[in-house]
């Protein structure tokens, strides 16, 4: 069943500008992951956040993870126009994951 | 590392026929593998874990007898989508677990099924 739950939304950005991202969830997890996907691609994983973990950074990337109110950010910094994809999070209930709508970036040279 | 290979990309074929689909760790051994489907513009939907060595466990609403999983060795398993019709048609992705704890799933590049 799905779990995570992104605020469906299609952002464009321009090159350099932060993108924010949110997901929200409905039951108890044991971590939270996001992954992006290139059109026509598989999906490719960018952070995992343990359900004990409030903040974890990778690059650029940086999530968040609120348990008590069962939501999760991901914030790109200084975007590129590579950076341009649909990017889901997921949570992770002993191995099978449940995505989220998904959030389609563009990000405008 | 942690690469995962699906094959084919692409696959056009007449209502009826039978397909299959392959994924394959490349580099490391997976006990536990996983087949999504996603419809344009959708998210992933689980479909079936692939488990070696025995028989795949299957999400409520996807028909066992319809969609065929066989994960024979610790580095492939096939879903094959037998008597496919239009409806069949959508995105199949894999994915290969790695063994331990906290560990992302790694996803082959789908493969893009178009029913005739």
């Known amino acids: 069943s799905q779990q995570g739950e992104e605020d469906p939304q299609a952002l464009s950005i321009q090159e350099g500008e932060n993108a924010t991202m949110n997901c929200s969830y409905k039951?108890?997890?044991?971590?939270l992951q996001w992954y992006r996907q290139n059109s026509g691609r598989g999906l490719v994983h960018l952070i995992l956040i343990r359900s004990n973990e409030r903040e974890k950074h990778s690059g650029r990337l940086r999530v968040t993870l609120d348990t008590s109110k069962k939501s999760s950010s991901l914030l790109i910094t200084a975007s590129r126009a590579a950076d341009t994809a649909s990017y889901f999070c997921?949570?992770?209930?002993?191995?099978?994951?449940?995505f989220g709508k998904g959030n389609q970036v563009v990000v405008i040279p | 590392g942690a690469v995962v290979s699906q094959h084919p990309s692409r696959v056009i074929c007449k209502s009826g026929t039978s397909v299959k689909i392959e994924c394959r760790s490349l580099d490391f051994q997976a006990t536990t593998m996983f087949w999504y489907r996603q419809f344009p513009k959708q998210s992933l939907m689980l479909m079936a874990t692939s488990n070696e060595g025995s028989k795949a466990t299957y999400e409520q609403g996807v028909e066992k007898d319809k969609f065929l999983i066989n994960h024979a060795s610790l580095t492939l398993s096939t879903l094959t989508v037998t008597s496919a019709h239009p409806e069949d048609s959508s995105f199949y992705i894999c994915?290969?677990?790695?063994?331990?704890?906290?560990?992302?799933?790694?996803f082959g590049d789908g493969t893009r099924l178009s029913i005739l």
């Open positions: 994915s290969a677990l790695l063994q331990g704890p906290y560990q992302p799933q790694h």
């Open positions: 039951t108890s997890i044991n971590n």
């Open positions: 997921a949570t992770d209930s002993n191995n099978r994951l449940a």
